[in-house]
Antibody, heavy 121, light 106 residues
């Protein structure tokens, strides 16, 4: 079974750093880009960016460029989303998602369960 | 950045009736358009890709149409499990979502 399993909920203070993870299984991890999507409570979906696990090339939405870093570890089939200095406005659910074809751009047919990130002083 | 606009924000429909949801792109996305369903506490679920192709396991009552900048998701006969929030997504350049349409029971 193809799955993306994300790390657990996090509670952090403003200014702290954080890295959340997304582990892929049931498929060849390096063949499919991994995307990250944000959902603020009660709001819509926002595309953050994507990474090619085969060479770690990452592409970001202009809205998130410079605010987050996407990376991967091929040896553990894991993708990461990282912040160096969290803000309260980063409070949201973060999903990783895999496209249905091994192309840079396609619809997302496999989603992680989501990681809740809460940033509060 | 391509902006996706969905309408209406909320749609009230009775079970058994037809629902029509719209999505407009600020510039052409060709046929690179997907629709997702999201229920409370769950991740989004892919319904339609390529503007009109149903994803695996999606019932035939869901259909998509359109190309370029105008797209439609139609649910032909609403079942109780269809009441949810629906999002469109363009994956042409590179990716962005609409703000969602909440489909509620009338």
């Amino acid at each position: 079974e193809v799955q993306l399993v994300q790390s657990g909920a996090e509670v952090k203070k403003p200014g702290e750093s954080l890295r959340i993870s997304c582990e892929g299984s049931g498929y060849r991890f390096t063949s499919y880009w991994i995307n990250w999507v944000r959902q603020v409570s009660g709001k819509g979906l926002e595309w953050i960016g994507r990474i090619d696990p085969s060479d770690s090339y990452a592409h970001y939405s202009p809205s998130f460029q410079g605010r987050v870093t996407i990376s991967t570890d091929k040896s553990s089939n894991t993708a990461y989303l990282q912040w160096n200095s969290l803000k309260a406005s980063d409070t949201a659910i973060y999903y990783c998602a895999r496209p249905r074809q091994s192309l840079p751009l396609h619809a997302f047919d496999v989603w992680g369960q989501g990681t809740v990130v809460t940033v509060s002083s | 950045e391509i902006v996706m606009t969905q309408s209406p924000a909320t749609l009230s429909v009775s079970p058994g009736e037809r629902a029509t949801l719209s999505c407009r792109a600020s510039q052409s996305v060709s046929g690179n358009l997907a629709w997702y369903q999201q229920k409370p506490g769950q991740a989004p679920r892919l319904l339609i890709y390529g503007a009109s192709t149903r994803a695996t396991g999606i019932p035939a009552r869901f259909s998509g149409s359109g190309s370029g900048t105008e797209f439609t998701l139609t649910i032909s006969s609403l079942q109780s499990e269809d009441f949810a929030v629906y999002y469109c997504q363009q994956y042409n350049d590179p990716s962005s979502f609409g703000q969602g349409t909440k489909l509620e029971i009338k």
